[in-house]
């Protein structure tokens, strides 16, 4: 699944008149960046909600023949429904025996995604992290199992578990890259409307099995920002 429903709010004036996945970096769509990802790494169903100039988006795949697979609209015109909501609404288009890989549209990175399904015991959920500056961080033990989170500027702590030192625990960022698998789908329904995936993975963390996969070499952009989308240019030509 691809999230590209979001307002790109951080890339206006672009986002005034087109979608964030339509945004192009190196001549092309960041949509066409992550499909063209996605198919080469073997993956034969795209689902992608879309909610902000969302007949673009549909336009532009329906113009380029959906790259020549199955790729699925989750419609989210009637309202955005943030990362754990929209997950939720698009269950009924996945395949309810395989797990589903969720990228989001404005992630660039070396990662080679056929890998993150091929793990020797699938755990409930496997979040891409990695080691780098953030306020934000995913804190995970010693076996990179999920506990919490925290905000290193403002102390706040979110965690099941009670007194959660953060210091004590491995503080990774998080990548907007992670893979869910069917099991945990009936959990999502105890969740409000709209939610963030991460609500649900803190909300769950005690009683599943979150882990985290940190890819040593790993080199990620989030072209998110206006003022980062020279540097993305660059960073394209380098992967």
């Not at 549209?105 to 080679?112: A, E, K, T, W, Y």
Request: proline residues 5%; negative net charge; charged residues 25%.
């Amino acid at each position: 699944m691809i999230f590209a429903a979001g307002l790109g709010t951080r890339l206006k004036p672009l986002t005034d008149s087109m979608p964030k996945a339509l945004v192009k970096i190196g001549g092309e769509p960041l949509l066409w960046h992550v499909v063209m990802k996605l198919k080469a790494a073997g993956y034969e169903r795209i689902v992608v909600n879309v909610h902000h100039f969302a007949q673009q988006i549909v336009d532009y795949l329906q113009l380029n023949d959906n790259f020549g697979i199955d790729i699925r609209i989750s419609d989210e015109t009637s309202g955005l429904l943030e990362t754990g909501g929209g997950i939720r609404k698009a269950l009924p288009l996945f395949d309810a025996n395989s797990p589903v890989l969720i990228h989001n549209v404005d992630i660039l990175s070396n990662l080679d995604l056929s890998e993150l399904t091929q793990v020797e015991q699938a755990p409930d959920a496997l979040l891409v992290v990695s080691r780098r500056q953030t306020k934000r961080y995913l804190l995970f033990d010693e076996e990179t199992i999920l506990d919490g989170w925290t905000n290193i500027e403002s102390g706040e702590v979110k965690s099941p578990y009670k007194g959660l030192d953060p210091s004590a625990m491995r503080q990774l960022a998080f990548s907007g890259i992670h893979v869910i698998w069917p099991r945990v789908f009936p959990l999502l329904e105890s969740m409000p409307e709209r939610f963030g995936i991460i609500d649900f993975y803190l909300k769950y963390c005690h009683q599943c099995a979150f882990l985290g996969y940190e890819k040593k070499d790993l080199q990620l952009m989030d072209v998110g920002k206006l003022e980062t989308l020279d540097q993305a240019e660059k960073f394209f030509k380098q992967i």
